[in-house]
């Protein structure tokens, strides 16, 4: 699934009202036929819907799928990229796209640039990519599913991620500051770092200890819980000062910025306190084995974590939902919660990883789905338009 950007300067308006006209469509039906094609691309005339499918199929923005009743095309992964690229350039959110910087479990991480050069990361949520044991039986259950599920629950990521990082920011958490959204995509600011796993040695471990428990403690005092609190989402920010004095030493600081939140969780969740107990762990494990370092008290603890602090708002509450049905957050919870840890998931991961299968290719044996039968996407309100409302006001964690 690269992002291939080599084509979208060949689009043409009508072809991005063709492609969006394919998007919409998927949204209740699995494969979405010719003719509801362009009655929802609002195009006149039959030929020129029919050239505009042609040239993004060509590229693979759109797949042919035979359906048992009738042919029509879906949209592909590429074709999703596509649109929300192209949101966020109409927003100017996006000028220019440069490398890609990671590969995350479940995500793709591109540098991009503002109108104003400002650095920024473009991630893209790619749930369903992974293949860990520990995820096995919710792969399956998404495996039989319609490809468009993978992109909604990609989708509910984002929107869940952005949300996430807008009231944290605001906040004064060190996070990075979110810029804008649009269906599986969050573009944020980039952070000049090395996440803690590539850090070999830390001046103080035990001040960076404390500082990460003081913000595990902190997320729970809102209401938060982080849920996949390790050393790849936690970056390490080095900043010097030279020294004042001639030979002296120049002052190196050592700030900590937390990433990648769509398995955060209330701390009113029915497993909160095994999710708390597990991030503190896990930075615990990681200090013993990495930098030798065990703090002198236990905890902190859940139940003392989660006091209310006077004055203080609960975040979980203003993240919570608005948009979303119940059954939607649960749907999400059920992928990003037991895909669970990166540290822990990395153990098994070699043995367990599949090959992986061109999912293009695969497309016309695998799919044969009845429209509006199981599979069919859950009616959404169509939020990434670029005419509406950009805000989100909540979602259900
Ligand atoms: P995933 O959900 O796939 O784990 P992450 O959000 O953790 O995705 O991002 C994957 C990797 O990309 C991180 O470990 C980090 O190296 C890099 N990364 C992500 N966001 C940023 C950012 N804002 N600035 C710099 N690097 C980032
Ligand atoms: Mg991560």
Request: charge should be negative.
């Amino acid at each position: 699934m690269k992002l291939d950007t080599r084509a979208i300067r060949y689009l043409t308006n009508d072809d991005w009202r063709v492609l969006a006209a394919v998007e919409q469509g998927s949204k209740n039906h699995e494969v979405v036929p010719t003719t509801l094609i362009a009655h929802l691309s609002g195009l006149r005339g039959g030929s020129g819907v029919h050239k505009c499918i042609s040239s993004l199929a060509k590229v693979g923005l759109i797949a042919k799928v035979k359906n048992a009743r009738y042919d029509g095309y879906r949209l592909t992964y590429g074709g999703l990229d596509y649109l929300a690229l192209h949101t966020h350039r109409l927003r100017s959110t996006i000028f220019s796209l440069g490398n890609q910087i990671g590969v995350g479990k479940e995500s793709d991480i591109y540098i991009t640039a503002s109108p104003e050069n400002r650095q920024q990361v473009l991630k893209l949520h790619r749930l369903g990519r992974i293949s860990f044991r520990t995820v096995k039986a919710n792969r399956d259950y998404l495996r039989n599913r319609s490809s468009g599920s993978w992109m909604y629950l990609s989708r509910l990521a984002a929107q869940k991620e952005f949300a996430v990082m807008k009231v944290l920011w605001r906040e004064g958490f060190a996070v990075p500051e979110p810029i804008g959204w649009s269906r599986h995509t969050v573009v944020m600011e980039f952070i000049d770092s090395f996440p803690l796993r590539m850090v070999d040695s830390v001046a103080e471990p035990g001040k960076l200890y404390a500082e990460l428990m003081d913000i595990i403690v902190k997320l729970a005092q809102r209401g938060l819980i982080h849920g996949d609190f390790n050393e790849f989402n936690i970056l390490i920010r080095e900043e010097t000062t030279p020294s004042t004095t001639e030979g002296g030493e120049d002052k190196v600081t050592v700030t900590p910025i937390l990433i990648d939140f769509p398995q955060t969780i209330s701390t009113n969740h029915a497993n909160a306190q095994m999710y708390f107990d597990r991030d503190v762990n896990c930075i615990k494990r990681y200090f013993e084995r990495r930098f030798k370092y065990v703090a002198d008290e236990d905890g902190p603890f859940f139940a003392e974590a989660v006091k209310p602090v006077e004055g203080e708002t609960r975040l979980d509450v203003e993240v919570e939902a608005s948009g979303f049905s119940r059954k939607m957050a649960k749907e999400l919870e059920r992928w990003v919660g037991a895909a669970g840890n990166e540290a822990e998931a990395e153990d098994g991961a070699e043995e367990e990883e599949e090959e992986e299968g061109d999912e293009e290719d695969e497309v016309e044996d695998e799919v044969e789905v009845v429209n509006g039968g199981e599979d069919a996407l859950p009616e959404v309100e169509q939020v990434d338009d670029p005419e509406l409302a950009e805000e989100i006001d909540g979602l259900s964690l």
